[in-house]
Antibody, heavy 125, light 108 residues
């Protein structure tokens, strides 16, 4: 069974740091890019960061660039998100997601086809 | 960044109804459009990819259409388990991949 287990969330003061982790199982981890998506309380979904299957390429939302670092360990099938200089507006439920690729005709499309259960980050004094 | 706008933000419907949700992109995204739904307290789940292709295991009462800037998700014969929040998401070329603000489908 394909599964993602998010962990590492908690309560942290503004300016503090937190490291989220995601344990993957049931698929060939290094074949897939992985993405973090967050959801502030009562709000919609926000793409945060993506890392390629090899780990060589990373992408960040402008709102977290320079503060968050995404990384992966393909030998352990784990994905991490190091979050520094946390702000109140980083408070959210953070989801680890697997980025699938589907071929429709001659074109590849990307999907977030597997989601973790989410881990909650609360930034408050 | 590409902005995604969904309408309506919420709607009330009855079991058996047909429901239509629209999603508009701020620029053409061809068919690089996915739909997800999210039930309370649960993670989102992929419903439709590439604008009109049903994800494996998703009931055929869900249907997607559109290309360019205008897209539609239709739910035929609404079932009790379909009451949820629906999000569109574009994955056109490079990041950031943006989501619509969501449409909450509630029981009338």
């Amino acid at each position: 069974e394909v599964q993602l287990l998010d962990s590492g969330g908690g309560l942290v003061q503004p300016g503090g740091s937190l490291r989220l982790s995601c344990a993957a199982s049931g698929f060939i981890f290094n074949n897939y890019a992985m993405t973090w998506v967050r959801q502030a309380p009562g709000k919609g979904l926000e793409w945060v960061s993506t890392i390629s299957g090899s780990g060589d390429t990373t992408y960040y939302a402008d709102s977290v660039k320079g503060r968050f670092t995404i990384s992966r360990d393909n030998s352990k099938n784990t994905l991490d998100l190091q979050m520094n200089s946390l702000r109140a507006d980083d408070t959210a439920l953070y989801y680890c997601t697997k980025e699938g690729v589907v071929l429709v005709g001659p074109i590849y499309y990307y999907v977030l086809d597997v989601w973790g259960q989410g881990t909650t980050v609360t930034v408050s004094s | 960044d590409i902005q995604m706008t969904q309408s309506p933000s919420s709607l009330s419907a009855s079991v058996g109804d047909r429901v239509t949700i629209t999603c508009r992109a701020s620029q053409s995204i061809s068919k690089y459009l996915n739909w997800y739904h999210q039930k309370p307290g649960k993670a989102p789940k992929l419903l439709i990819y590439a604008a009109s292709n049903l994800q494996s295991g998703v009931p055929s009462r869900f249907s997607g259409s559109g290309s360019g800037t205008d897209f539609t998700l239709t739910i035929f014969n609404l079932q009790p388990e379909d009451f949820a929040t629906y999000y569109c998401q574009q994955n056109y070329h490079t990041r950031p991949w943006t989501f619509g603000q969501g449409t909450k489908v509630e029981i009338k």
